[in-house]
């Protein structure tokens, strides 16, 4: 249960090379190209000859050729050419409108004609030479709303990653949810504590002083269909926490775009925007190499939480305080679904 | 279709460290921890916050803490308590008897109310220092009724073990099998035949010359649910076979637990105890690897053998005399079995 | 859905050892072996005493015995004898007819009182010593048809071969498809090309230039149950072609016999049979070597296609000219098929 008239990140704008990229994305095999003029284009991956994946070919001058019989398939779904064949009967395969910004490809899973650039997110800090980013992508094997569940819900930091994110203030600290419009906003403001491993890293980069008493905060922003930026930071204690001034402080957001390949899997994008040093590669690297172990993490807790909630369908979870984020954020997507398929 | 109201080995005592044990038993995920006092205990594998398993926290205090947002959940499956919220209202997760004997962690897993550890298999050697045990675990794909079936016919020892523990005299003799009870005793006794390899080495462990001419005996025996404890030796030939004096012979008792994972899976507990030289830990560690090694030959053919069933389901087998065992055991467990869903 | 009475290649020759051969074909489990007078017999690989594979056992005397209780099995599918037991009761397995021709061993699946060896395709290159055979065997999980598809339609040489034997002009070529009884024939004559590097390594070992301008065919034969020989080769241009006197050209057979394991998988039987220098074994490896690897290139095409035609039922393939030797082939299955289940 998708959203599907929506914006997607179906890959990072690297993974897109000479070759046609296959990838599933809410159910839909998709196979993801460079035409002619460089801009991404996403078909069926499926051949209207033979079913073969068209993925298993190749791009030529900006054409997907199937690597089967040299079917030419068109950005729409129409087959182009076939070498010794009219195409004109050829039932045409399905097109999805694709968007190339912020460094990913996305992708709109549903109705083509409903596609609205208009209707993509924007965030501020991608395409400011400010701010530097870093990330990666893990496939994991649950339903894209456990996921939204664990983000919205930082407490479990405490636990999952409690040698370098995680510390006991945070379970101790309420969190405050909202909601506006469509989104979900979960918040939760720690002062006068110690900052653990990671954030000791990013004072250390930012200059200041690692065994500094701080506030920290931690600002989760759902947005649908599964997009949850996340603003995170320490400045040292009493210069006004998330407001103080930059010299004060570090901070970052933490980028999860959240995109269902199946019903029960998932290509999560994770990543993390800094202001500080924003030309230090080698300082980004070793954010992102650091973050991949910490979300790395929360893989297997997922994975066999999925195994164990199909094993027991009977069973009702309970909804704690904590979880008001991830209950919140799903029934936006609700209402959403409930809107998508009453269209 | 397995016994429930009975108590299965869960895991080997060493397998509880400081960190809890997830284990399957009967259908039943479960997870076991040491509390405070030291004793094992063990609950439904299942966190009731958000469904995770409680297998992938860990233990603080003698309390087993999920690792995912830090619930606590006591021995009786009652959440005890969790950072920042009430949990009278929490949903119980099962709980399961447990005790800690001979080694081992045994397991009730039906009826909590109905748990009785005067129904404890009795077993003298266990706790004698005049025997040694060793043993080892593993996981068959295969119903738990194929292993006893195994284990109360042991002419399957000339083909499958033919090496070690297999000679044509078993395939030549006749075996006995009685019932007394829930129990099931096959035996089978041979005179003046020559010891196969791994009793040669018992023999020569025993100060005996090991070409001599030898009695040899196999008694097994079936309690339910699903135990098989072996009787087998050799003794010189002539002294008297299984009643012969200690000084004439070489004996052990094969020691097999077989706990149903699933309907289609085992945790198979096997292992010997002997009676000479129990203080020879090297020679407990040569008999464990060599006995290891032998039942692993097991392994493919009962693997394989439930594959074959699974695949002609109207297939009906032949029941020989050798199969006397097997066939009387499975009688006792349907019995007990048809008593059990009558309560 | 494929034929049962019928020959099929049931594995090369030299598979069959000392050791039983554990195989299915047309969803039959079968277990091979070699009988006291050498020849190659086949039955159901299941035991009637306890349902274990009897492919797990060994051959004695050219009797089957069976690795659990030795029962001894016999080449009709009746219990021979067993250790302490009167067999005569004993519920039969089925047998499976078989013949050893061409350094392979063929088996009838179907009704065993059908089988005729008079059915037997007829090779007349397998037993000539004018001619050299060499080949291998690849698993695929993908319906036989799609494999038949694939021979009857080499114009996917072109892009899946293209480094070795594809060539441009095969996709510029038109091909002519003819049905003589139940024999299918696609055929493809290209004249006043250049080689492609395989035939060129063909050329240079048949003693011609390897840049010179050629004629090249491709002559693919369906005969039922799904085998598919191929008769191809490169003649100097102008000197007649396929026609061409033996000094001008270099050519061969490809062998393609096709047996189904499953209805979604297959045992794929390649090979090629050539006229020049039979007696070079070193030759007949290094064109194995370079076929096995060209062949290999099919598999995950044949592998992906299975997957996107299961999960798109509904969708219905284009039929092409190119494609007029699979669909043709498939009529003759399809008829023989319902003649078959007409019986």
Redesign the interface.
């Known amino acids: 249960m998708f959203l599907k008239n929506t914006w997607y990140v179906a890959c990072q704008a690297e993974e897109i090379t000479d070759k046609p990229l296959g990838r599933k994305v809410c159910n839909e ?1 998709m196979v993801f190209f460079k035409n002619a003029k460089g801009k991404v284009s996403a078909v069926q ?2 051949c ?6 068209l993925s ?2 190749r791009v030529c001058n900006g054409q997907l ?6 079917l030419v398939m068109g950005c729409d779904g129409h087959t182009v050419s ?4 009219q195409v004109r ?3 045409p395969v399905k097109h999805y409108p694709t968007l190339e910004r912020y460094g990913f490809v996305w992708v709109w899973p549903g109705d083509p004609n409903l596609a609205d650039p208009g209707k993509m997110p924007e965030f501020e800090w991608f395409e400011n030479p400010k701010w530097a980013y870093g990330g990666g992508l893990y496939h994991i094997r649950c339903d894209y709303r456990l996921m939204i ?1 664990n983000l919205m ?1 930082l ?2 930091e ?3 990653h409690s040698t370098s994110i995680g510390q ?1 203030e945070i ?2 600290t ?1 969190s405050r949810t909202v909601t506006e419009g469509d989104r979900v906003i979960t918040s939760r403001f720690m002062e006068g504590i110690k900052a653990p491993p990671f954030w000791k890293m990013a004072m250390r980069a930012n200059d200041l002083p690692d065994d500094a008493t701080v506030d920290r905060w931690q600002i989760c922003k759902f947005t649908p269909p599964s997009h949850v930026l996340i603003e995170v930071g320490v400045a040292l204690a009493g210069k006004g926490g998330y407001a103080a001034d930059p010299q004060h402080k570090a901070y970052s957001v933490v980028v999860d775009f959240i995109t269902p390949e199946t019903d029960s899997t998932i290509h999560y994008f994770w990543g993390m925007v800094r202001q500080f040093k924003p030309e230090d590669t080698a300082l980004t690297a070793q954010i992102r190499d650091g973050q991949g172990k910490i979300f790395s993490e929360d893989l ?2 997922l994975e ?2 999925q195994r ?2 199909d ?2 369908p009977e ?4 909804v ?4 008001a984020g991830g209950v919140m954020s799903r029934r936006v997507i609700d209402r959403l679904l409930a809107a998508e398929n009453s269209m």
């Open positions: 095999a991956d499926f209207p000859h033979r079913g073969t994946p298993l070919g050729v199937c690597g089967y019989h040299g076939m070498p010794g064949h009967g050829f039932e569940d819900d407490t479990h405490t636990y999952v006991p379970d101790e309420p297997e807790m066999r939480q164990n909630l094993e027991n069973r009702k979870l309970k704690l305080s904590i979880d």
